[in-house]
């Protein structure tokens, strides 16, 4: 096998020599590169080359404040006979979505791992809290800390010791990947920043938080392999799809957010099921090794995705920790009993396949956050009703006899739902308000259109049975359990009912949109027109269309017609296209995402004008699906087994991005929503001068959680004045943009988000804010050097209220 040259294979310089004669399938034993190879049939060459293998595993120094934990966590292992180790580091049928045995004689209870990002998953009297694409159109820092602060509070009353989330990918390469509302924003510096508050509002309430998926896990279409029917169902027919990208896209793009979870020392990261340039994420040593444990100074355990395992040697020496659920292990759709890991590690580790070290670091790396965070003293038990509520491990799965302790059915809510109210409001993006529409201003005849705005009536486990009822959240791995929800119908109801209003309600979309509209609304015009609607989307499939469901564009066209004052507002996961937005009968839009129990309440108390809204959009709503690039692969005409291939040929185009780089007018850009006020923002300045040491690579320091330290030394400030010229109160979000120098490489994006604030203005008031540029902020990969460079010339910094409102710009350049 012709071995490359992988400085140049690294940088995309060199094209994998690929022809007929040389093709292979991949490999993904470490030791070995992987070569990806098209299948014999078709021509299209690699751009992005080999990984070369990043070997051996490093072991964790628990740098970073964890020492103590560190030794305590060493003296732990060192007590475990060789079945116990394997068992760590081997997920168990139980109780929990994940589980890690007890070991009476240590009194070690084993480790409770729970979905997931909105709610505990597997939770009776437990609270839904807004979404978090929800709480990334906050961009609101003390939000996204709080949510996740009582969101931990909780799974730890109920006994988690892993939450499995924040998500830091799907970053919503497309808009059509189905679990894009499960995490935060189409942008690594605003995802990057939700990722850190949330870890640490999570660990800091006790909980160790689990930052997935790593890595380039941007469409739910294969994802796993499609298996053989045959008795143990290991032989693939396809496997699982990859996703092919380069090095720069990478790790400007993708490993972005996963910097930020480093750098808040998450305690455990989760491997994607995809493939990643051909080698499966779970045994990507160059992915795992090198870049997560030695570039960004990971010091946690990696676990693998529930069935994303696919060896035991391999996996382990490419350095995934914990293979999770273990013991009983989907395979595509199947469940089946046994593990590559467990027993079978045992064996490694006697018969010297697996070196006993190696397996020494993976339990210290998976003891360490857990002494570090407190968790083996005084931690409450497992709560018995969550197994039950177990679709992974049901009770007749469970092979070990799981003893409860503690009370049953704990009620963990608190006064969450007042927080949870406040953020549904915070996280609403006001996208339109002509003629005054909103607030509402006491209107005495409201009619509420939709079947979004009701009561669930048929239960929320599937789109098809999803008829009636608000849609504050959706399915797959991160759907919740609601103990109550709060309807836009009873909120805007009981709201009306203080104004002596009449409110009618029309709630099947079915009759709406057959033309009996007039009947509705009676003896007159009404003052305003509520139309709720919704879109559903779910792990497991990616979304068929980014229409509203239900008939959505029907209903509003049906209403407009007879309603001079239509507000809409729409429950999504994300984008939508909104070919009612000039309606000039339409004169408000609200864009509300998955806002949890309170999603009603919160809704009325943005239309009311109780709160005055200040989210932004955290993606792009385009005016046609047409306009939005990087497409999934969603077939495959061939049926080689490694022929699912996801191009991610946009490079670093992904969102915005992509539409500046083409001047593609948009309907809502990134960072836009209203409000019931507006602002200005000027004189922007930087304060500090540019040092006049600044170098273009970084000095090496060395390495902690999140990578080189000098990443993430300010390098640049700037200040702006902000001020609310309307007549009421209200939140801004000034934010800043950076354009960079054309020295910078080609592909280089016109403007990436650096920096943000979340300001409370008073009407006429002024206050300043503050921009703090870090070194990687200014930088980009450079693929040859392999380090982060500041590009010569002048950059233009671009401060405004979204990406294509820039109100002050500021040009410099940063290197002498
Ligand atoms: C698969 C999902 O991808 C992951 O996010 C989830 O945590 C696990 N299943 C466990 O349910």
Partial sequence: MKVPDYALLLSGLLLAPVDASTCQTPIDHPGEPFSYVQPLNTTILSPYGHYPAGLPSPKTKGKGGWENALARAKNWTAQLTLEEKSWVATGQPGPCVGNVLP?????FSGLCLQ??????????YSSVFVSSVSAAASWDRDLLYKRGYALATEHKAKGSHVILGPIGGPLGRSPYDGRTWEGFATDPYLTGICMEETILGMQDAGVQANAKHFIAYEQETQRNPTYAPDANATTYIQDSVSSNLDDRTLHEIYMWPFANAARARVASMMCSYNRVNGS???QNSYLLNHLLKTELGFQGYVMSDWGATHSGVASIESGMDMTMPGGFTLYGELWTEGSFW???????????????ARLDDMIVRIMTPYFWLGQDTHYPSVDSSVGPLNVDSPPDTWLYPWKFTGSSNRDVRGNHSQMIRAHGAASTVLLKNERNALPLRKPRNIVIVGNDAGPVLQGASNPDEFEYGVLANSGGSGACRFSFLSTPLDAITSRARKDGAIVQHWLNNTQITGNS???LWNPEQPDVCLVFLKAWASEGSDRQYLELDWNGNAVVEAVVKYCGNTVVITHSAGANVLPFADHPNVTAILAAHYPGEEAGNAIADVLYGDVNPSAKLPYVIAYNESDYNAPLTTAVQTNGTYDWQSWFDEELEVGYRYFD???????YEFGFGLSYTTFNLTNLTATTPVATNLTALPEHRPVQPGGNPTLWDTVYTLTAEVRNTGTVDGYAIPQLYVGYPDSAPAGTPPSQLRGFDKVWLAKGQTKQVTFELMRRDVSYWDVVAQDWRIPTGGFTFKAGFSSRDFRANVTAALLR
């Fill in 115 to 124: 979905n997931g990002p909105q709610c505990l998953e597997q939770g009776d």
């Fill in 517 to 519: 509209m007039p009947s």
């Fill in 342 to 356: 467990g027993k079978n590690l045992t064996e490694a580790v006697n018969n010297g396949t697996v070196p006993i």
């Fill in 103 to 107: 070991i009476p004689r240590l009194n």
């Fill in 280 to 282: 499966h994420a779970c």
């Fill in 661 to 667: 780089a083409h001047d593609i007018p948009v309907r």
